[in-house]
């Protein structure tokens, strides 16, 4: 078999090379409990906790950062709320004095991530991934510690393996584990196609693990399976497994499907103040503590604060605007934050919602949600749906004072004021 490139040959002699052994000093007991508790606020799942208590004793006895690494296809030009479930994660990592590997993955965007997808996700092309690259860390910013983050590119690693190398690598694990996976074996029963190029994803996201020495990886629940290939590959190649961090997916603006460009029920964090305030205000109450839990700083006594206050009668509109402040004080200012929360009360202020509009109460019935042309006609503010249809294509109906432009959107159960045209108006209850 032809050499590898220098380039690969060095990452595959490091990924071989010896893990120093764990250290004995015993260290500060509370602060190691301390940043685990840190590590799990919000978390879905940590693997292995023991391992990473080993680690965060040995870092702290040589005063050596770990290596915590997330990475991110830049298959859209924009970051929105549900990238900074992770991102915020991060942070606090950084705020314990460790290191974050911010990975741009320039190079297994040209493969594209099956994770969750029933079809084949074509696959990008050099352009685009460079114009969506050039973006990402400067948003990714807003959130990080610049200081403490060391941004890469996996074509680094990926491309000098050539095809010889890829070969070694994908000797590395067997099609039936593989095939373990979800989404593979669900389209494999159903019988559609998975592309060959698709294999490759995981073990390619798993070298990058191998190529950073990453001592632990964050990512979504859907990652849960990539993250294991990253551990058994160092593995394999003589390192210190990283443990690995699997963070909940947020929900979109609807509840119903996680937080998707391509679902467009996205915040994203550039997005104007007054749009990013509206939507926010957009999600229902119940939806509300999610958001609390992932995106917010608050502590969790305060949340609990606000539910009990909930409970006992203050209106959940009143704590959502709270939410909504905190997220556009973060992405942009405080000052931008009060002049949102000024533009949204003067849409139903200043002439636009009448007091006294038609209250309707409706049950689900166990369905996720109601779509909006259904809700027209229910509280009788359109004839039929096809009227309502036609009045969204017209670009008539508004939702908590939000144009709506898909007639497909479902509401799941909560509070809405719905709008058709100037003068019809209705607030509705799903529960």
Known sequence: MRALSKRADYFFRMSRSTPPPPSTTPGDSAAIEHALAVVRRGSEELLVESELADKLRRSQATSTPLRCKFGL?????????????????LRQLQDLGHTVIFLIGDFTSMIGDPSGRNTTRPPLTREQIDANARTY????????????????????????LGADGMIRLASQYTLARLLERDDFSQRYRDGQPIAMHELLYPLMQGYDSVALRADLELGGTDQKFNLLVGRELQRHYGQEPQCILTMPLLEGLYGVEKMSKSKNNTIGITEAPAEMFGKVMRISDDLMWRYYELVSSRTLAEIEAFKRE???????????????????????????????????????????????????????????????????????????????????????????????????????????????????????TLS
Do not use: C
């Open 73 to 89: 296809d830049p298959t859209a030009p924009d970051i929105h709320l549900g990238h900074t479930v992770v991102l915020t994660k």
């Open 137 to 160: 860390f400067e948003q990714a910013g807003l959130v990080l510690d610049r200081a403490r983050t060391e941004i890469r590119y996996n074509s680094e690693w990926s491309t000098p």
């Open 310 to 428: 909930v409970a006992a009668g203050r209106n959940p509109r009143d704590i959502k605007v709270l939410l909504g402040q905190e997220i556009v004080t973060r992405f942009h200012s405080a000052r931008a934050a009060e002049e949102a929360l000024r533009e949204f009360e003067a849409r139903f202020r200043e002439g636009e919602a009448p007091a006294d509009m038609p209250q309707l109460n409706l049950s689900l019935q166990g369905k996720p949600g109601l779509a909006v042309p259904v809700l027209l006609k229910l509280a009788g503010l359109a004839p039929s749906t096809s009227e309502a249809i036609r009045a969204i294509e017209q670009g008539g109906v508004r939702v908590d004072g939000e144009r709506v432009d898909d007639r497909a959107l479902v509401l799941p159960a909560g509070t809405y004021v719905l709008q058709l045209g100037k003068r019809r108006w209705a607030r509705i």
